[in-house]
């Protein structure tokens, strides 16, 4: 096998563009860096370039880039507001300009707002289903036609486990129902999935999403529950399975593997491709 052979089996996205959105921090950060490795130019995206001061978490967009570029890659920031239509319009121009046409386009920032389904008022409903399904559509909308042209693109949206229903009665005293409005939203962003997969099926673009079992363990999952993850530690993966199942569904044949609500261990697993990360 020659050289050529070998750097296109370790950088299966050599030559191709990517766009992440959510990619200040945590997981956005880990499938930046993942996608970047196997080759991938980035267009990266997050509501702001720089933390602010006194930030709540550590990260910035502008530090994603940069630890991109130190790795020999090519990222460009793209900074949005998902939560604006106006503002999420301008992103995928704006990637195609510095980048070229997106090839695989990643949906990962999320408006993970928990609040019990009596009380979560309009304001912070619209902002989650803004960032959680409307942006999914518009930004699917703004690299299809490129996409359909060339018959060849990837979409992958990150969900989550949040998206089940409960299950009863009877149900758990004072069982809580904060994610109830962030698991609808990724419950429609899974409907889009499977939906969007066959409209397109014939032109060999491929849609599908991918979530953790349950949690990641990332400076966000810390600060929003935490004691979760000190108390269950079994419900917690790595962020790097996460990533991984991404680049795999960014890569996969669209024929055959389209259309698919999928949990990152189960995947990895059925694939044959779960990083030891000790």
Request: aromatic share 4%; net charge neutral; glycine share 10%.
């Given at each position: 096998?020659?050289?050529?052979?070998?750097r296109?089996l370790?950088?299966?996205l050599?030559?191709?563009?990517?766009l992440?959105?959510?990619a200040?921090r945590?997981i956005?950060?880990a499938?930046?860096?993942?996608?970047?490795?196997?080759?991938?130019s980035?267009?990266l995206?997050?509501?702001?370039?720089?933390?602010?001061?006194?930030a709540?978490?550590?990260?910035?967009l502008?530090?994603?880039?940069?630890?991109?570029?130190?790795?020999?890659?090519?990222?460009?920031?793209?900074?949005?507001?998902?939560?604006?239509?106006?503002?999420?319009?301008?992103?995928?121009?704006?990637?195609?300009?510095a980048?070229?046409?997106?090839d695989?386009?990643?949906?990962?920032?999320?408006?993970?707002?928990?609040?019990?389904?009596?009380?979560i008022?309009l304001?912070?409903?619209?902002?989650?289903?803004?960032?959680?399904?409307?942006a999914t559509?518009?930004?699917?909308q703004?690299?299809l036609?490129?996409?359909?042209?060339?018959?060849?693109?990837?979409?992958?949206?990150l969900?989550?486990?949040?998206s089940?229903?409960?299950?009863?009665?009877p149900y758990?005293r004072?069982?809580?129902?904060?994610?109830?409005?962030?698991?609808?939203?990724?419950?429609?962003?899974?409907?889009i999935?499977?939906?969007?997969?066959?409209?397109?099926?014939g032109?060999?673009v491929?849609v599908?999403?991918i979530?953790?079992?349950?949690?990641v363990?990332?400076?966000?999952a810390?600060?929003?529950?935490?004691e979760?993850?000190?108390?269950h530690?079994e419900l917690?993966?790595?962020?790097?399975?996460?990533?991984?199942?991404?680049?795999?569904?960014?890569?996969?044949d669209p024929?055959?593997?389209t259309?698919?609500i999928?949990y990152s261990g189960?995947f990895?697993d059925?694939?044959?491709?779960?990083?030891?990360v000790?």
């Amino acid at each position: 096998m020659g050289k050529s052979q070998d750097r296109s089996l370790d950088r299966p996205l050599e030559g191709k563009v990517a766009l992440v959105t959510g990619a200040s921090r945590g997981i956005g950060v880990a499938i930046a860096e993942r996608l970047a490795e196997a080759g991938a130019s980035l267009a990266l995206v997050a509501r702001t370039l720089e933390a602010g001061p006194g930030a709540r978490l550590a990260g910035s967009l502008a530090e994603t880039v940069a630890a991109i570029e130190r790795a020999g890659g090519r990222a460009v920031p793209i900074v949005a507001d998902l939560a604006n239509p106006a503002d999420r319009a301008r992103i995928v121009p704006e990637a195609r300009a510095a980048l070229g046409p997106i090839d695989v386009l990643v949906h990962n920032a999320a408006a993970a707002i928990y609040a019990p389904v009596a009380e979560i008022p309009l304001k912070r409903r619209q902002i989650t289903f803004e960032v959680n399904v409307h942006a999914t559509l518009d930004l699917a909308q703004a690299v299809l036609p490129e996409m359909r042209a060339r018959r060849r693109g990837w979409i992958v949206y990150l969900s989550s486990a949040s998206s089940q229903h409960p299950k009863g009665p009877p149900y758990g005293r004072g069982e809580s129902t904060t994610i109830t409005v962030y698991g609808a939203s990724k419950a429609a962003l899974e409907r889009i999935t499977t939906g969007l997969a066959a409209e397109v099926y014939g032109d060999g673009v491929a849609v599908n999403s991918i979530a953790p079992v349950a949690a990641v363990r990332t400076p966000g999952a810390e600060a929003l529950v935490g004691e979760l993850l000190t108390t269950h530690p079994e419900l917690v993966e790595p962020v790097e399975w996460l990533a991984e199942a991404v680049l795999a569904l960014a890569t996969c044949d669209p024929h055959t593997c389209t259309g698919r609500i999928l949990y990152s261990g189960p995947f990895l697993d059925d694939i044959g491709r779960k990083p030891d990360v000790g």
